[in-house]
């Protein structure tokens, strides 16, 4: 790649030659801090095994966003994968009214204040899934561009994220002694603080395993694996705490299942088809080398 190129690699993401600036990543880290807050006030109005499930949404906006951005195709199989997603959805979403109907009436009061929950932790979840998309889409993008390594995706997502948490929650929380001896009991402090701690330490690698597969693999296949690892969560929320156990929830934990096994085997298909229409005449690449070639024609 001639000088002029890499000039203008710089010049756009804000890098000047032999320093990379972590300023274009700040809308990242904003997204995922809208991600993390949108998710908790979902969790706030809708059971566990609704939220996992209506979490697949995620997956039919990075596919498509995916087909806008990469060039990437969606087949028919996949296309199948993503309507099981929304049925499986749908019937989640009528299994909560349904339920609710049924323990309150469907004149009473109890029941209206119940669905108008509902209605809020859907809304809270379709914003949910719109940045999780965007977070995944605009990462991949800012790893083929910045050629970044997975470390340095890792840190600088959440090392901008600091100063926008703490500002948040020293507005809008409270830090009063009484409230923080309310949520910070003595009996307990210590291992409330140990779980903090470690909480963070594994979003550590979380975060760096995130960013790799995101470069080795593509945001779908990414977010389709995250949502197959909810669906054991989905379960616990069943036996564990007290989401109803009733035919629509648990049929529609098994559809959505079901999507991500076919998705699975769209994806299988599609890259055997791939790899017998390419001849080998050039030597295998490793990943990492991949990336930086991508970003260079970027």
């Known amino acids: 790649m001639d ?10 993401m804000g890098e000047s030659k032999g320093h990379r600036s972590p300023s274009p990543r700040f809308p990242i880290s904003l ?8 998710g908790s006030k979902a969790l706030q109005f809708l059971s566990i095994p609704v939220y996992t499930i209506f979490k697949n949404i995620t997956i039919i906006i990075i596919a498509y966003g995916e087909v806008l951005w990469f060039n990437a195709t969606v087949t ?28 309150y009436g469907t004149e009473s009061s109890e029941a209206a204040a119940k669905i108008s929950t509902l ?35 890792m840190y600088y997502n959440n090392l901008l994220s600091i100063p926008i948490l703490v500002i948040s929650s020293i507005c809008v929380e409270d830090w009063s002694a009484a409230n923080v001896a309310k949520n910070f009991p003595t009996e307990s402090r210590n291992k409330i603080v ?10 550590v690698f979380i975060s760096y ?26 379960l616990s929320g069943l036996i564990f705490f007290d989401a109803p156990v009733t035919v629509p929830s648990v049929s529609a934990i098994g559809v959505g299942f079901a999507s991500g096994l076919v998705y699975t085997f769209a994806k299988v298909k599609q890259n055997m088809k791939q790899k017998a229409g390419i001849l080998p005449t050039t030597q295998p690449m490793s990943a990492s080398s991949q990336s930086v070639r991508d970003g260079f024609k970027s």
């Open 76 to 103: 028919p199989m996949a296309l199948f994968s993503f309507g099981l997603m929304v049925l499986s959805s749908v019937i989640a979403a009528w299994a909560d009214v349904k339920y609710a109907l049924e323990s």
């Open 194 to 203: 140990f779980a903090m701690v470690f909480s963070g330490l594994s979003s």
């Open 31 to 38: 997204l995922l801090i809208g991600m993390i807050y949108t």
């Open 209 to 234: 395993s995130s960013a790799w597969c995101v470069r080795v693999t593509s945001s779908t296949t990414y977010s389709m694996v995250g949502a197959l690892n909810k669906l054991p969560i989905a």
């Open 119 to 153: 209605n809020a932790g859907y809304i809270w979840m379709l914003i949910n899934c719109i940045c999780s998309a965007t977070y995944v889409l605009r990462m991949r993008k800012r790893i083929k561009v910045t050629n970044f390594s997975d470390f340095d995706t």
């Open 3 to 12: 000088e002029k190129r890499r000039d203008d690699i710089a010049i756009e």
